[in-house]
Each structure stands twice: as C-alpha cells, then as structure tokens.
C-alpha cells in the first residue's frame, strides 16, 4: 500500500475547485492556496480530468472546473483513480521471488485491509469535504461511477 | 498514509522467524528467503525487538526469535510499531500552511479510513499468517471472507 501525498492533494484541488464553482480556476491559485508545487498540481490535474473529475479550458482565462457535482465525485473513486498501485506487499502486483509465497496468507489480509480502507472512503463524496461544519455524516454507501472522457490540454495560468 | 514496505518486510521476516521456531534464525537466511536486502532487515529486526516481537542474541552462533507466541503478535500492532508516520494528510501531523485548514473535513474522512485498515489488521495475529492452508479464519471476533492472490511464478530454489 503506498497511498502518497498524490491523493491527498488530489482531494484538496477538488476541495478547492469545489469551493469556487461558476468560475474557472488556475493551477496556480491552487498551488498558492495550499502552498504545494505547480509541477505535482498539473498532474494531478491531468490525471483527474482524465478520470472524468475535471473539465479543462485551455488558453487565457482558461483553468478548470468540477465535470460533476461534488456529490457524485466519490472520495473512494478517487483516489483509486490517482493511485496506480495502489498496494503494501510486493506478491499483490508482481511476480515474486519469495520463498513461502504458496503457502503465504499475507496478500489475502493486506488486500482485506484496503478493502476496509477503501469502502470507509466510498462513504464520502467531495460534497462531504465540502459541508461548512461538523458533525459530518456520510452522503451515503453508493456512489456511481461517472462515464470517463478525455480532457482538454490545461491552462496552467 | 504511507504504509510502507518496511511493514511488508517485517511481517514477512515475523513469518520466517515463525516457521522456523525452536532455533536461532540470521537475517542472512531471512534476506535470502526473500530476496530484499540484509540492510533493510537489519532496520527491521532492530525495530521490532525495541518493540519487543522478537529476542535477538547477539555473536557466533547469534540470531533471533520470537519474543512472544504467535497469537499474541497482532499484525495491526506489529504495523503500528513499524510506522512512524502513519498518516496521508500533512495537516494530521505538521502545522500546515492550507488556507482552508479551518473548515477541512478530510483528516477526518483519511482519520477513519485508517482506523478501519486498522481494525481489520487487529483481527489477525501471527498464528493467522503461519496457517498451513486456506480457508482462513481470523484469530479475533469477526470472520470476513477474503480474496486470495495466487502467485503466477514460485521460486522453488
């Protein structure tokens, strides 16, 4: 498992678009909003207008908005679309050299585990990060997957 | 959440030292059996005897060994003793510089999924991990069908 600080300002730009929806926003905003690099923003925000999270405008006066509302942009979806291996133990994903690998029950327990870590998350959706105060209450246990499309080139000003 | 391949290892060399009970085991043998380097079970080793998994002896003749009975090593604390900073959000352990920190509903949301990995990780000791066969059945309350990966290619030698 190795779910990197790419989720989590993935997570974050979404907040931040989501917050400021009916105008375009700008990597740069973002970047300066959370104090992270422009370089890791663009690719997040390349990876998730290709999962179908974000639309793109190109150009000047371009940036981006949310493709759905934030009440179907599933927390869980999310991150499953910006990690790309999203596992601990190295038999998950590749072949292995280990010895006790025929007999191991280690893969079987780790994925358990992510599965519990990701059915916590598909509970929530963007619209939950976006609720103005606590107590919190999950949006619900279902969350339909959007229809993927390919974004356009991004405006990074 | 950064749950990384230190807590594969370690789980791993608690399965070798399991299997091999009743005799002194080296990391030489361990980081043999797995392929992954001496230095990295060194870290290991010297980790989990701090938080008292293993007995370590030291000299010609030296090596370690279970400190506790494998029902008693719980994968959920053998993680926990490993991590060091088991979190994905910045904002769950530094001063953070977000300008929306204050309204922030995510550490929250990661804070629970995290308690659910772990949870199901408290389930399982190392007695489960040293169980002949499938069906497994966890060593605590509640019984979760899991999915087992089948390896494709198994170093015989």
């Given at each position: 498992m190795r779910l990197t600080t790419m989720s989590d300002y993935a997570m974050r730009l979404l907040m931040f678009v989501g917050q400021h929806q009916g105008r375009l926003c700008t990597i740069s905003e973002v970047a300066r909003a959370y104090d992270i690099s422009e370089a890791h923003l663009t690719k997040i925000t390349h990876q998730l207008a290709l999962a179908g999270w974000l639309e793109t405008v190109r150009g000047k006066g371009g940036g981006m908005r949310l493709a759905a509302s934030p009440q179907h942009i599933g927390l869980g979806a999310v991150v499953r679309s910006i990690e790309p291996d999203f596992s601990i133990v190295e038999c998950l994903t590749h072949d292995t050299s280990c010895q006790l690998a025929s007999s191991c029950h280690l893969t079987g327990i780790i994925n358990g585990a992510l599965q519990s870590f990701m059915q916590y998350l598909d509970r929530y959706t963007l619209a939950d990060l976006l609720a103005?105060?606590?107590?919190l209450a999950p949006t619900g246990d279902t969350v339909q997957p959007l229809n993927f499309h390919k974004p356009a080139n991004l405006a990074t000003s």
């Open positions: 103005p105060s606590a107590p």
